[in-house]
């Protein structure tokens, strides 16, 4: 019974007070479950008296351990920042327990719920980064984060702008590749990072993100990205804490490289894994399986970099709704924060173009409703999208990436890279030479980025009627915002040039 200043009760739950002096929602759990939790709660492995009594026991926003919530017991529950805590011994890698582990991830996220997967081993070799992890997504899931201002799709400028290195090297040529890319050796490595040192210098800027993409970032020692961020930071103002990714593929032994990495200040890495299914990584060119994309992750962990995304490719050779199914519940089972997923597209000038007639691929139906099924398996597994093929857990977005669709100020360096800065825009060339490319930032250029986001745009921007669009389904009010649902972000580029 309450007394004194006793909270309200609320249908599906009642308010309790928390630890801190939060007002808490209480979730329902099943009693029977009561005895098994408490017998659990005496009887914790090492791993988890570890992590409770070195770290959460004390923490300052209160942990639960053993906790009942629905038909599960968790292993350790913060109710305030809406996050469980589940350390996964080795049994969880053998299928069968993937799937339940997935199964049992949806459903907590069905409940509001934030839930990330550690395993085992990461609290014997890592367990700082353990610790730092759980304290950025605690302080991203608070009441107060979430009420920071959102990154703006109106075109109003974050203070700090956003660095891109275009690291144009590769191991060999993936058959649907139209980016700009050259087989890697050391001594045009060696020339590629001198001349980039250079046109550093050209510029004064303040930055809150560093990007290094590719091409493969990851092919290069890590000396030589160390390079590019030590005379970025001589140069420019960088943030203590800015969002440093790296883009990695998994084909490389990567476990020295992330310990680099982590070391230089790299607290990010994209992950190339484009499917979970070897057959189909097999077709798009990727010498690495499954097993390698999983030793990555691990890798970048066991470094201290717990910020980890993975890109998956919707429409490859082969697949079908049952083996994306598979790339799914991969995602969902490494607890990553971050995942992209685009659609195949077949780019002339591509081999893939070439053997066209014979690529076995998914039609156009198919590939819709893979887009639609990775949608709602992203968002029910707690991974929620926010721009069209970008999904990420609260707090976890590519504040790089959120740049270029919010017209923020993005400096690009390297062969092909391209900028938006102070109005302009332009690119350097194959050659290294700049060519500029007018200016940018206007109305069309806001409808057309804006409305890639989750959260749309201001409806004043748009001065067509799209009452059409509302009425079909494929646009929808947000407060003072239109947004593409995810029906219309299949269609996203008839709707869009419809609209500029
Ligand atoms: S690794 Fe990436 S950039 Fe390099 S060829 Fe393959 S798809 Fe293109």
Redesign the pocket.
Known sequence: MFIGNAPPLVRGGVFAYSKDGGVVKMKQYNKNNIPLAKSLRKNMTPWERKLWYEFLRSYPVRFQRQKCIGNFIVDFYCAKAGLVVELDGSQHYFNEYKKSDCIRTEKLAAENLVVIRIPNCEIDVNFEGVCEYIDNVVKSSLPQSAAQPAPSSEGAKNEQAGLYFHIPF?????P??D?Y?VKYDEQSGEEYINKTVEIIKQYQGSFDTVYFG???PSILPPDMLRRLLDSAREQYDISDNAEITVEC?PSLDLGEKMKAYADMGINRVSI?MQSAVDKERFAL?RSAGRRQVENAVNSARRAGIMNISLDLMLGVPNQTIDTLDESLDFVTSMGVTHLSAYMLKIEEGTKFFDMKNRLVLPDEDEVCEMYLKTVDTMNRSGLTQYEISNFARNGMESKHNIKYWTLCDYLGIGKSAHSFWHGKRFYYDRDYSKINDGTGGDTEERIMLGLRLNKGINKSIINKDISQYIKCGLMCERGDNVALTPQGMLLSNTIISSLI
């Open positions: 590769c191991k060999s040529k993936c649907y590749c980016f890319s590719g091409g493969t593929n190339g060119g």
